[in-house]
Protein backbone atom coordinates (compact mmCIF):
# COMPACT_ATOMS: atom_id res chain seq x y z
CA UNK A 1 0.00 0.00 0.00
CA UNK A 2 1.62 2.76 -1.01
CA UNK A 3 1.75 6.75 0.85
CA UNK A 4 -0.58 7.82 -1.90
CA UNK A 5 -2.74 5.23 -1.86
CA UNK A 6 -3.54 5.58 1.83
CA UNK A 7 -3.99 8.85 1.85
CA UNK A 8 -6.77 8.36 -0.78
CA UNK A 9 -8.03 6.02 0.99
CA UNK A 10 -8.05 8.09 4.36
CA UNK A 11 -9.70 10.84 1.69
CA UNK A 12 -12.44 8.69 0.91
CA UNK A 13 -14.58 5.74 2.98
CA UNK A 14 -12.55 6.46 5.73
CA UNK A 15 -12.75 9.68 6.71
CA UNK A 16 -16.35 9.81 7.77
CA UNK A 17 -15.33 6.51 10.12
CA UNK A 18 -12.86 8.43 11.50
CA UNK A 19 -14.73 11.86 12.12
CA UNK A 20 -17.14 10.19 13.98
CA UNK A 21 -15.06 8.54 16.34
CA UNK A 22 -12.87 11.50 16.87
CA UNK A 23 -16.15 13.27 17.17
CA UNK A 24 -17.02 10.95 20.04
CA UNK A 25 -14.11 11.02 21.94
CA UNK A 26 -14.80 14.64 22.13
CA UNK A 27 -18.11 14.83 22.76
CA UNK A 28 -17.22 12.22 25.84
CA UNK A 29 -14.35 14.54 27.23
CA UNK A 30 -16.21 17.53 26.70
CA UNK A 31 -19.24 16.09 28.97
CA UNK A 32 -16.88 14.93 31.67
CA UNK A 33 -14.86 18.29 31.70
CA UNK A 34 -18.23 20.76 31.99
CA UNK A 35 -19.37 18.13 34.65
CA UNK A 36 -15.94 17.98 36.88
CA UNK A 37 -15.85 22.29 36.66
CA UNK A 38 -19.21 22.07 39.01
CA UNK A 39 -16.56 20.09 41.33
CA UNK A 40 -13.86 22.69 41.38
CA UNK A 41 -14.30 25.44 43.59
CA UNK A 42 -10.93 25.37 45.63
CA UNK A 43 -7.46 25.82 44.40
CA UNK A 44 -6.67 22.58 45.81
CA UNK A 45 -9.86 20.86 43.07
CA UNK A 46 -8.33 22.90 40.21
CA UNK A 47 -4.23 21.98 41.00
CA UNK A 48 -4.66 18.73 42.52
CA UNK A 49 -8.47 17.52 41.65
CA UNK A 50 -9.17 17.91 45.95
CA UNK A 51 -6.77 14.88 46.56
CA UNK A 52 -9.98 12.81 45.76
CA UNK A 53 -8.70 10.44 43.48
CA UNK A 54 -7.93 6.67 44.66
CA UNK A 55 -4.93 4.85 43.98
CA UNK A 56 -6.01 2.75 41.46
CA UNK A 57 -7.47 6.12 39.32
CA UNK A 58 -4.51 7.67 39.69
CA UNK A 59 -2.36 4.65 38.66
CA UNK A 60 -3.89 4.65 35.24
CA UNK A 61 -4.28 8.76 34.53
CA UNK A 62 -0.26 8.22 35.74
CA UNK A 63 0.33 5.48 32.77
CA UNK A 64 -2.09 8.27 30.61
CA UNK A 65 0.24 11.37 31.24
CA UNK A 66 3.37 9.07 30.32
CA UNK A 67 2.89 7.38 27.44
CA UNK A 68 2.66 10.03 25.32
CA UNK A 69 2.50 10.40 21.42
CA UNK A 70 6.09 10.09 20.99
CA UNK A 71 5.76 6.54 22.93
CA UNK A 72 3.11 5.45 20.89
CA UNK A 73 3.71 6.97 17.26
CA UNK A 74 7.51 7.70 18.02
CA UNK A 75 8.19 3.92 19.12
CA UNK A 76 6.31 1.94 16.60
CA UNK A 77 7.89 4.30 14.07
CA UNK A 78 12.00 3.73 15.06
CA UNK A 79 10.99 0.36 15.75
CA UNK A 80 10.41 -0.54 12.44
CA UNK A 81 13.22 1.82 10.74
CA UNK A 82 15.88 0.65 12.77
CA UNK A 83 15.11 -2.69 14.54
CA UNK A 84 17.22 -3.40 17.87
CA UNK A 85 18.04 0.24 18.35
CA UNK A 86 14.69 1.75 17.86
CA UNK A 87 13.90 -0.58 21.04
CA UNK A 88 16.17 1.17 22.75
CA UNK A 89 13.95 4.09 23.47
CA UNK A 90 10.81 1.76 25.31
CA UNK A 91 13.84 0.19 27.43
CA UNK A 92 14.97 4.17 28.38
CA UNK A 93 11.58 5.43 28.67
CA UNK A 94 10.89 2.14 30.94
CA UNK A 95 13.99 2.74 33.22
CA UNK A 96 13.12 6.39 33.37
CA UNK A 97 9.98 5.61 34.64
CA UNK A 98 11.30 3.38 37.76
CA UNK A 99 13.87 6.16 38.26
CA UNK A 100 11.61 8.93 39.05
CA UNK A 101 9.82 6.54 41.50
CA UNK A 102 12.52 4.55 43.71
CA UNK A 103 14.26 8.98 43.35
CA UNK A 104 12.02 11.26 43.98
CA UNK A 105 8.10 10.77 43.30
CA UNK A 106 6.88 9.90 46.67
CA UNK A 107 9.48 12.04 48.39
CA UNK A 108 7.94 14.79 46.17
CA UNK A 109 4.48 14.13 47.08
CA UNK A 110 5.14 14.25 51.09
CA UNK A 111 7.17 17.59 50.63
CA UNK A 112 5.16 19.61 48.05
CA UNK A 113 1.25 20.82 47.66
CA UNK A 114 1.00 22.07 43.91
CA UNK A 115 3.82 22.31 42.36
CA UNK A 116 7.65 21.11 42.17
CA UNK A 117 8.45 24.63 42.88
CA UNK A 118 6.61 23.92 46.47
CA UNK A 119 9.50 21.26 46.82
CA UNK A 120 12.05 23.10 45.99
CA UNK A 121 11.42 26.41 47.57
CA UNK A 122 10.26 24.90 50.68
CA UNK A 123 14.13 25.32 53.33
CA UNK A 124 15.64 28.07 50.77
CA UNK A 125 14.23 31.89 50.10
CA UNK A 126 11.17 31.34 48.06
CA UNK A 127 10.83 34.30 45.53
CA UNK A 128 14.06 33.20 43.32
CA UNK A 129 14.02 29.58 43.67
CA UNK A 130 10.06 30.12 42.61
CA UNK A 131 10.95 32.14 39.87
CA UNK A 132 13.36 29.33 38.66
CA UNK A 133 11.18 26.91 38.89
CA UNK A 134 8.37 28.30 37.03
CA UNK A 135 10.59 29.42 34.27
CA UNK A 136 12.36 26.05 33.86
CA UNK A 137 8.51 24.36 34.07
CA UNK A 138 7.26 26.64 31.49
CA UNK A 139 10.16 26.00 29.29
CA UNK A 140 10.25 22.26 29.26
CA UNK A 141 6.35 22.33 28.60
CA UNK A 142 6.17 24.64 26.00
CA UNK A 143 8.29 22.54 24.05
CA UNK A 144 6.54 19.45 24.82
CA UNK A 145 3.98 20.91 24.01
CA UNK A 146 5.24 21.61 20.51
CA UNK A 147 5.91 18.55 19.91
CA UNK A 148 2.60 16.97 20.65
CA UNK A 149 0.98 19.50 18.82
CA UNK A 150 2.68 19.07 15.37
CA UNK A 151 2.37 15.66 16.14
CA UNK A 152 -1.43 15.82 16.07
CA UNK A 153 -1.32 18.52 13.18
CA UNK A 154 0.10 15.49 10.94
CA UNK A 155 -1.94 13.16 12.36
CA UNK A 156 -5.43 14.58 11.85
CA UNK A 157 -4.48 16.03 8.65
CA UNK A 158 -3.17 12.71 7.30
CA UNK A 159 -6.48 10.86 8.35
CA UNK A 160 -9.17 13.96 7.75
CA UNK A 161 -7.74 13.77 4.23
CA UNK A 162 -6.48 18.01 5.13
CA UNK A 163 -3.75 19.05 2.24
CA UNK A 164 -3.64 22.50 2.41
CA UNK A 165 -1.43 24.77 5.02
CA UNK A 166 -4.46 26.51 6.09
CA UNK A 167 -6.68 23.50 7.34
CA UNK A 168 -3.54 22.06 8.96
CA UNK A 169 -3.07 25.59 10.64
CA UNK A 170 -6.96 25.22 11.45
CA UNK A 171 -6.60 21.75 12.65
CA UNK A 172 -3.28 22.60 15.48
CA UNK A 173 -6.10 25.78 16.37
CA UNK A 174 -8.92 22.84 16.68
CA UNK A 175 -6.51 21.17 19.32
CA UNK A 176 -4.56 23.89 21.02
CA UNK A 177 -8.69 25.15 21.59
CA UNK A 178 -9.59 21.55 23.27
CA UNK A 179 -6.64 21.54 25.09
CA UNK A 180 -7.10 24.91 27.07
CA UNK A 181 -10.81 24.23 27.27
CA UNK A 182 -10.23 21.11 29.00
CA UNK A 183 -7.73 23.23 31.32
CA UNK A 184 -9.47 26.39 32.54
CA UNK A 185 -13.02 24.78 32.48
CA UNK A 186 -12.12 21.21 34.31
CA UNK A 187 -8.78 22.19 36.00
CA UNK A 188 -6.86 18.70 37.71
CA UNK A 189 -10.45 16.37 37.62
CA UNK A 190 -11.22 17.10 34.16
CA UNK A 191 -7.70 16.49 32.94
CA UNK A 192 -7.15 13.32 34.78
CA UNK A 193 -10.30 11.55 33.96
CA UNK A 194 -9.35 12.47 30.43
CA UNK A 195 -5.99 10.52 31.11
CA UNK A 196 -8.27 7.51 32.00
CA UNK A 197 -10.27 7.38 29.27
CA UNK A 198 -7.01 7.77 27.37
CA UNK A 199 -4.80 5.72 28.96
CA UNK A 200 -7.53 3.00 28.78
CA UNK A 201 -8.21 3.58 24.77
CA UNK A 202 -4.14 3.39 24.34
CA UNK A 203 -4.19 -0.23 25.88
CA UNK A 204 -6.79 -1.32 24.08
CA UNK A 205 -5.63 -0.34 20.72
CA UNK A 206 -2.21 -1.39 21.32
CA UNK A 207 -3.30 -5.00 22.93
CA UNK A 208 -5.75 -5.53 20.10
CA UNK A 209 -2.90 -4.79 17.56
CA UNK A 210 -0.14 -6.92 19.57
CA UNK A 211 -2.74 -10.22 20.16
CA UNK A 212 -3.45 -9.43 15.96
CA UNK A 213 0.55 -9.29 15.08
CA UNK A 214 1.15 -12.27 17.17
CA UNK A 215 -1.84 -14.21 15.97
CA UNK A 216 -0.51 -13.27 12.44
CA UNK A 217 3.15 -14.90 13.44
CA UNK A 218 1.46 -17.89 15.36
CA UNK A 219 2.37 -16.74 18.74
CA UNK A 220 5.85 -17.23 17.59
CA UNK A 221 8.25 -13.99 18.04
CA UNK A 222 11.23 -15.22 16.35
CA UNK A 223 9.66 -15.59 13.11
CA UNK A 224 8.07 -11.92 13.88
CA UNK A 225 11.53 -10.82 14.31
CA UNK A 226 12.80 -12.76 11.34
CA UNK A 227 10.33 -12.05 8.78
CA UNK A 228 10.84 -8.44 9.92
CA UNK A 229 14.99 -8.39 9.93
CA UNK A 230 14.35 -10.39 6.19
CA UNK A 231 11.82 -7.17 5.21
CA UNK A 232 13.70 -4.75 6.48
CA UNK A 233 16.94 -5.15 3.57
CA UNK A 234 19.68 -5.04 6.88
CA UNK A 235 19.54 -8.82 7.87
CA UNK A 236 20.63 -9.93 11.04
CA UNK A 237 22.03 -6.39 11.45
CA UNK A 238 18.65 -5.08 11.84
CA UNK A 239 18.44 -7.28 15.14
CA UNK A 240 21.83 -5.72 16.54
CA UNK A 241 22.79 -3.32 18.23
CA UNK A 242 24.60 -0.07 15.70
CA UNK A 243 21.84 0.45 13.30
CA UNK A 244 21.26 4.13 14.21
CA UNK A 245 23.35 4.91 17.52
CA UNK A 246 26.91 3.84 18.34
CA UNK A 247 27.90 3.45 14.68
CA UNK A 248 31.02 2.78 13.15
CA UNK A 249 31.29 5.46 10.80
CA UNK A 250 33.44 5.41 7.98
CA UNK A 251 34.78 8.42 5.57
CA UNK A 252 33.59 9.13 1.42
CA UNK A 253 36.83 6.87 0.75
CA UNK A 254 35.42 4.12 3.38
CA UNK A 255 38.44 4.21 5.68
CA UNK A 256 37.07 4.17 9.21
CA UNK A 257 36.21 7.93 11.24
CA UNK A 258 37.20 7.67 15.02
CA UNK A 259 36.09 10.98 15.74
CA UNK A 260 32.91 10.47 13.92
CA UNK A 261 32.71 6.52 15.48
CA UNK A 262 33.26 8.38 18.89
CA UNK A 263 30.76 10.92 18.72
CA UNK A 264 28.00 8.66 17.75
CA UNK A 265 28.97 6.44 20.76
CA UNK A 266 29.33 9.40 23.02
CA UNK A 267 25.84 10.53 21.58
CA UNK A 268 24.19 6.83 22.46
CA UNK A 269 25.49 7.36 26.01
CA UNK A 270 24.05 10.64 26.00
CA UNK A 271 20.46 10.29 24.66
CA UNK A 272 20.48 7.55 27.40
CA UNK A 273 21.69 9.86 30.00
CA UNK A 274 18.37 12.24 28.95
CA UNK A 275 15.96 9.13 28.15
CA UNK A 276 16.69 7.72 31.91
CA UNK A 277 17.00 11.05 33.96
CA UNK A 278 15.01 13.47 32.32
CA UNK A 279 11.37 11.73 33.52
CA UNK A 280 12.49 12.49 37.05
CA UNK A 281 12.52 16.38 36.03
CA UNK A 282 9.35 16.29 34.50
CA UNK A 283 7.03 18.70 36.05
CA UNK A 284 3.63 17.57 34.80
CA UNK A 285 4.85 13.66 36.19
CA UNK A 286 5.50 15.22 39.36
CA UNK A 287 2.09 16.75 40.10
CA UNK A 288 0.27 13.43 39.62
CA UNK A 289 1.22 12.63 42.88
CA UNK A 290 -0.23 15.24 44.62
CA UNK A 291 -3.95 14.45 43.70
CA UNK A 292 -4.25 11.41 45.82
CA UNK A 293 -4.81 11.89 50.07
CA UNK A 294 -2.14 10.06 51.63
CA UNK A 295 0.86 8.30 50.59
CA UNK A 296 -0.30 4.58 50.55
CA UNK A 297 -2.71 5.72 47.96
CA UNK A 298 0.66 7.32 46.17
CA UNK A 299 2.52 4.00 46.40
CA UNK A 300 -0.89 2.25 44.80
CA UNK A 301 -0.95 5.01 42.09
CA UNK A 302 3.09 3.67 41.84
CA UNK A 303 1.87 0.29 41.19
CA UNK A 304 -0.48 -0.07 39.39
CA UNK A 305 1.17 2.45 37.21
CA UNK A 306 4.23 0.41 36.59
CA UNK A 307 1.69 -2.50 35.17
CA UNK A 308 0.27 -0.20 32.85
CA UNK A 309 3.69 1.46 31.62
CA UNK A 310 5.59 -1.83 31.46
CA UNK A 311 2.91 -3.49 29.70
CA UNK A 312 2.57 -0.81 26.96
CA UNK A 313 6.39 -0.51 26.75
CA UNK A 314 6.93 -4.68 26.00
CA UNK A 315 3.69 -4.16 23.85
CA UNK A 316 6.00 -1.49 21.47
CA UNK A 317 8.13 -4.59 20.74
CA UNK A 318 5.34 -5.93 18.66
CA UNK A 319 3.77 -2.90 17.04
CA UNK A 320 7.45 -1.82 15.93
CA UNK A 321 8.65 -4.92 14.23
CA UNK A 322 4.90 -5.82 13.19
CA UNK A 323 5.17 -2.76 11.47
CA UNK A 324 8.53 -3.99 9.56
CA UNK A 325 7.39 -7.14 8.96
CA UNK A 326 3.92 -6.53 7.50
CA UNK A 327 4.10 -3.31 6.29
CA UNK A 328 8.11 -2.24 5.15
CA UNK A 329 10.20 0.37 5.95
CA UNK A 330 9.92 1.24 2.64
CA UNK A 331 5.99 1.82 2.52
CA UNK A 332 6.55 3.79 5.93
CA UNK A 333 9.03 6.01 5.03
CA UNK A 334 7.55 7.09 1.88
CA UNK A 335 4.43 8.12 4.22
CA UNK A 336 6.42 9.39 6.65
CA UNK A 337 10.38 9.69 7.07
CA UNK A 338 10.26 9.71 10.19
CA UNK A 339 8.21 7.01 10.94
CA UNK A 340 5.69 8.34 12.55
CA UNK A 341 2.68 6.40 10.58
CA UNK A 342 4.30 2.87 11.58
CA UNK A 343 1.39 2.24 14.14
CA UNK A 344 -1.60 3.25 11.86
CA UNK A 345 -0.11 2.06 8.99
CA UNK A 346 0.44 -1.60 10.73
CA UNK A 347 -3.37 -1.46 12.06
CA UNK A 348 -4.53 -1.02 8.53
CA UNK A 349 -2.12 -3.74 7.07
CA UNK A 350 -3.21 -5.85 9.86
CA UNK A 351 -7.12 -5.24 9.91
CA UNK A 352 -6.98 -5.56 6.04
CA UNK A 353 -5.88 -9.02 6.05
CA UNK A 354 -7.84 -10.06 9.01
CA UNK A 355 -11.23 -8.60 7.86
CA UNK A 356 -10.88 -7.82 4.73
CA UNK A 357 -10.82 -3.84 3.46
CA UNK A 358 -13.67 -2.57 5.43
CA UNK A 359 -12.00 -4.07 9.02
CA UNK A 360 -8.61 -2.38 7.34
CA UNK A 361 -10.67 0.67 7.44
CA UNK A 362 -12.09 0.18 11.37
CA UNK A 363 -8.15 -0.38 12.40
CA UNK A 364 -6.71 2.40 10.90
CA UNK A 365 -9.79 4.90 12.30
CA UNK A 366 -9.38 3.25 15.35
CA UNK A 367 -6.20 3.17 16.05
CA UNK A 368 -5.37 7.00 14.74
CA UNK A 369 -8.33 8.22 16.92
CA UNK A 370 -6.70 6.49 20.33
CA UNK A 371 -3.22 8.53 18.94
CA UNK A 372 -5.84 11.54 18.85
CA UNK A 373 -6.36 10.97 22.13
CA UNK A 374 -3.36 10.24 23.65
CA UNK A 375 -2.11 13.58 22.04
CA UNK A 376 -4.60 15.20 23.79
CA UNK A 377 -4.93 14.25 27.01
CA UNK A 378 -0.90 14.49 26.97
CA UNK A 379 -1.50 18.71 26.05
CA UNK A 380 -3.86 19.03 28.80
CA UNK A 381 -1.79 17.65 31.00
CA UNK A 382 1.41 19.97 30.02
CA UNK A 383 -0.62 23.19 29.59
CA UNK A 384 -1.93 22.38 33.68
CA UNK A 385 1.61 21.79 34.67
CA UNK A 386 3.31 25.27 33.36
CA UNK A 387 -0.32 27.13 34.28
CA UNK A 388 -0.27 25.90 38.11
CA UNK A 389 3.51 27.06 38.19
CA UNK A 390 2.83 30.55 36.54
CA UNK A 391 -0.43 31.12 39.28
CA UNK A 392 1.48 29.37 42.35
CA UNK A 393 4.93 29.79 41.93
CA UNK A 394 5.28 33.39 40.33
CA UNK A 395 1.78 35.23 40.96
CA UNK A 396 0.96 34.02 44.10
CA UNK A 397 4.55 33.28 46.03
CA UNK A 398 6.64 35.71 43.93
CA UNK A 399 4.57 38.74 43.22
CA UNK A 400 2.30 38.63 46.28
CA UNK A 401 4.81 36.79 48.88
CA UNK A 402 2.63 33.99 49.41
CA UNK A 403 -0.78 36.34 50.16
CA UNK A 404 -2.98 35.69 47.08
CA UNK A 405 -6.15 35.09 47.83
CA UNK A 406 -6.89 31.55 46.86
CA UNK A 407 -9.77 32.77 43.94
CA UNK A 408 -7.61 34.85 42.41
CA UNK A 409 -4.77 32.47 42.12
CA UNK A 410 -7.33 30.07 40.48
CA UNK A 411 -8.42 33.09 37.95
CA UNK A 412 -4.76 33.62 37.01
CA UNK A 413 -4.07 29.63 36.79
CA UNK A 414 -6.35 29.77 33.97
CA UNK A 415 -5.59 33.20 32.24
CA UNK A 416 -2.07 31.40 32.01
CA UNK A 417 -3.60 28.15 30.70
CA UNK A 418 -5.51 30.35 27.84
CA UNK A 419 -2.00 32.14 27.38
CA UNK A 420 0.25 29.51 27.31
CA UNK A 421 -1.64 27.65 25.05
CA UNK A 422 -2.10 30.34 22.42
CA UNK A 423 1.38 31.03 22.45
CA UNK A 424 1.88 26.87 21.59
CA UNK A 425 -0.15 27.06 19.24
CA UNK A 426 0.91 30.12 17.30
CA UNK A 427 4.32 28.68 17.82
CA UNK A 428 3.27 24.93 16.56
CA UNK A 429 1.79 26.69 13.58
CA UNK A 430 5.35 27.87 12.44
CA UNK A 431 7.04 24.69 13.76
CA UNK A 432 5.46 22.46 11.69
CA UNK A 433 8.51 21.88 9.69
CA UNK A 434 10.40 21.78 12.05
CA UNK A 435 12.35 18.50 13.64
CA UNK A 436 10.36 17.51 16.50
CA UNK A 437 13.00 14.82 17.39
CA UNK A 438 14.53 18.29 18.37
CA UNK A 439 12.07 19.50 20.54
CA UNK A 440 11.78 16.07 22.46
CA UNK A 441 15.12 16.08 23.02
CA UNK A 442 15.51 19.94 24.38
CA UNK A 443 12.63 19.05 26.75
CA UNK A 444 14.39 15.78 28.22
CA UNK A 445 17.29 18.00 28.23
CA UNK A 446 16.07 20.54 30.00
CA UNK A 447 14.54 18.72 32.71
CA UNK A 448 17.45 16.56 33.43
CA UNK A 449 20.05 18.91 33.52
CA UNK A 450 18.04 21.97 35.29
CA UNK A 451 15.14 20.53 37.14
CA UNK A 452 16.09 17.16 38.51
CA UNK A 453 19.54 18.21 40.14
CA UNK A 454 17.64 21.14 42.02
CA UNK A 455 15.14 18.47 43.12
CA UNK A 456 17.92 15.71 44.03
CA UNK A 457 20.09 18.33 45.72
CA UNK A 458 16.65 19.41 47.68
CA UNK A 459 15.74 16.20 49.30
CA UNK A 460 18.77 14.72 49.70
CA UNK A 461 21.48 17.54 50.83
CA UNK A 462 21.25 19.52 53.81
CA UNK A 463 24.09 21.92 52.86
CA UNK A 464 22.21 22.75 49.93
CA UNK A 465 20.81 26.57 50.07
CA UNK A 466 19.29 29.28 47.61
CA UNK A 467 22.00 30.04 45.67
CA UNK A 468 22.41 26.77 44.43
CA UNK A 469 18.72 25.53 43.37
CA UNK A 470 18.96 28.90 41.32
CA UNK A 471 22.26 28.06 39.69
CA UNK A 472 21.28 24.13 39.20
CA UNK A 473 17.97 25.16 37.42
CA UNK A 474 19.56 28.49 35.82
CA UNK A 475 22.81 26.94 34.68
CA UNK A 476 21.60 23.62 33.77
CA UNK A 477 18.48 25.07 31.35
CA UNK A 478 20.87 27.64 29.83
CA UNK A 479 23.63 24.74 29.28
CA UNK A 480 21.27 22.26 27.59
CA UNK A 481 19.59 24.84 25.67
CA UNK A 482 23.07 26.76 24.07
CA UNK A 483 24.53 22.76 23.53
CA UNK A 484 20.99 22.03 21.31
CA UNK A 485 21.05 24.88 19.61
CA UNK A 486 25.24 25.02 18.29
CA UNK A 487 24.62 20.70 17.91
CA UNK A 488 24.04 19.19 14.09
CA UNK A 489 20.21 18.42 15.17
CA UNK A 490 19.81 22.66 14.57
CA UNK A 491 22.24 22.39 11.76
CA UNK A 492 25.13 21.01 9.51
CA UNK A 493 23.39 16.98 9.70
CA UNK A 494 23.51 15.68 6.09
CA UNK A 495 20.63 14.62 4.11
CA UNK A 496 19.31 11.03 4.60
CA UNK A 497 16.81 9.61 2.08
CA UNK A 498 16.79 13.14 0.92
CA UNK A 499 15.54 14.62 4.12
CA UNK A 500 17.75 17.13 5.87
CA UNK A 501 17.24 15.83 9.64
CA UNK A 502 18.10 19.19 10.93
CA UNK A 503 16.40 22.31 11.77
CA UNK A 504 17.83 24.55 9.64
CA UNK A 505 17.34 22.41 5.76
CA UNK A 506 19.66 24.60 4.13
CA UNK A 507 22.63 22.43 4.18
CA UNK A 508 24.93 25.60 3.45
CA UNK A 509 23.95 27.15 6.71
CA UNK A 510 26.06 25.26 9.50
CA UNK A 511 27.27 27.16 12.40
CA UNK A 512 27.32 24.01 15.06
CA UNK A 513 30.36 23.39 16.90
CA UNK A 514 28.71 20.61 19.86
CA UNK A 515 29.56 17.53 17.68
CA UNK A 516 26.49 15.60 20.12
CA UNK A 517 22.74 15.46 19.11
CA UNK A 518 21.56 15.15 22.56
CA UNK A 519 23.69 17.42 25.03
CA UNK A 520 22.43 15.17 27.98
CA UNK A 521 26.41 13.96 28.09
CA UNK A 522 27.65 17.49 28.99
CA UNK A 523 25.01 19.61 30.05
CA UNK A 524 23.27 16.88 33.51
CA UNK A 525 26.79 16.99 35.25
CA UNK A 526 26.70 21.07 34.25
CA UNK A 527 23.81 21.71 36.00
CA UNK A 528 24.88 18.79 39.11
CA UNK A 529 28.04 21.39 38.89
CA UNK A 530 26.37 24.16 39.32
CA UNK A 531 24.04 23.16 41.66
CA UNK A 532 27.22 22.02 44.21
CA UNK A 533 29.19 25.34 43.32
CA UNK A 534 26.78 27.79 43.63
CA UNK A 535 25.97 26.01 47.43
CA UNK A 536 29.69 26.08 49.00
CA UNK A 537 29.50 29.85 47.25
CA UNK A 538 26.89 30.76 49.57
CA UNK A 539 26.95 30.70 53.68
CA UNK A 540 23.15 30.95 53.47
CA UNK A 541 22.29 27.65 55.38
CA UNK A 542 18.94 26.49 57.50
CA UNK A 543 19.63 23.44 59.71
CA UNK A 544 15.72 23.16 60.68
CA UNK A 545 14.35 23.64 57.65
CA UNK A 546 16.46 20.59 56.13
CA UNK A 547 15.82 18.67 58.78
CA UNK A 548 12.66 19.56 58.76
CA UNK A 549 11.57 18.83 54.83
CA UNK A 550 13.63 15.16 55.40
CA UNK A 551 10.97 14.35 58.13
CA UNK A 552 8.07 15.31 56.13
CA UNK A 553 9.73 13.73 52.50
CA UNK A 554 10.02 10.45 54.48
CA UNK A 555 6.85 10.45 56.09
CA UNK A 556 4.40 12.60 55.00
CA UNK A 557 3.72 14.24 58.13
CA UNK A 558 3.49 18.24 56.71
CA UNK A 559 1.51 16.79 53.45
CA UNK A 560 -1.35 14.91 55.09
CA UNK A 561 -2.02 17.90 57.79
CA UNK A 562 -2.20 20.12 54.27
CA UNK A 563 -4.81 18.06 52.25
CA UNK A 564 -7.48 18.26 55.49
CA UNK A 565 -7.46 22.31 54.93
Do not use: C
Not at 143 to 156: D, E, K, P, R
Not at 487 to 493: A, R
Amino acid sequence: MSATTLAAEVSGGQQALTSVLFLTFVGVTLAITIWASRQTKTAADFYAGGRSFTGVQNGVAIGGDYMSAASFLGIAGIIALYGYDGFLYSIGFLVAWLVALLLVAELMRNSGKYTMGDVLAFRMRQRPVRAAAGVSTIVVSIFYLLAQMVGAGALVSLLLGVSSQTAKNLTIVAVGALMIFYVTVGGMKGTTYIQIIKALLLMTGATILTLMVMFKFGWNLSDLLGTAAEKSGKGDAFLKPGGRFGKDIVDAAGNPDTMATLYSKLDLISLGMALVLGTAGLPHILIRFYTVPTARAARKSVVWGIWIIGSFYLMTLALGFGAAALVGPEEIIAQDPAGNTAAPQLAREIGTDFFGTTGGTIMLAFIASVAFATILAVVAGLTLASSSSVAHDVYANYVHHGEAPEGQEVKVARISAFVIGAVAILLSIFAQKLNVAFLVALAFAVAASGNLPAILYSLFWKRFNTTGAVSAIYGGLLSAVVLVIFSPVVSGKPAVDGVIPSLVTDPSIDFHWFPLDNPGLVSIPLGFFFGWLGTVLSKEHNEYKAAELEVRSLTGVGMEEAATH
